[in-house]
């Protein structure tokens, strides 16, 4: 079982940046794949990031790349997002997930998420 818990999102305007945060229980991170998904208002969750186990390869939807990192720390159980050049369509619910599989196939642990509001 992993639970994981999102922080660090809020309020920015447009240009600005974000850095968030999702903490991982057990002892277990480090064999799990690990994504970054949104959820606008109104609009389907959709895929933004994903890591692999080491941290040694990644991907990104073609909405964030070149703006958005994903990386992570094994040794403190937390996956990253660095989001800069934010604008107001990437306001959303932000949530972690995890996959045992990389390229991401279907995840096995979700967190709650946290909000990002970007105003223009």
């Known amino acids: 079982q992993v639970q994981l818990v999102e922080s660090g999102g809020g309020l920015v305007q447009a240009g600005g940046s974000l850095r968030l945060s999702c903490a991982a229980s057990?002892?277990?991170?480090?064999?799990?794949?690990m994504g970054w998904f949104r959820q606008a208002p109104g609009k389907e969750r959709e895929f933004v990031a994903a890591?692999?186990?080491?941290?040694?390869?990644?991907y990104y939807a073609d909405s964030v790349k070149g703006r958005f990192t994903i990386s992570r720390d094994n040794d403190k159980n937390t996956v990253y997002l660095q989001m800069n050049s934010l604008k107001p369509e990437d306001t959303a619910l932000y949530s972690c997930?995890?996959?045992?599989?990389?390229?991401?196939?279907?995840?096995?642990?979700w967190g709650k998420g946290t909000l990002v509001t970007v105003s223009s």
């Open positions: 057990g002892r277990t991170f480090s064999r799990y794949a």
């Open positions: 997930a995890a996959d045992e599989y990389y390229p991401l196939r279907g995840m096995d642990y």
């Open positions: 890591i692999n186990r080491s941290g040694s390869s990644t």
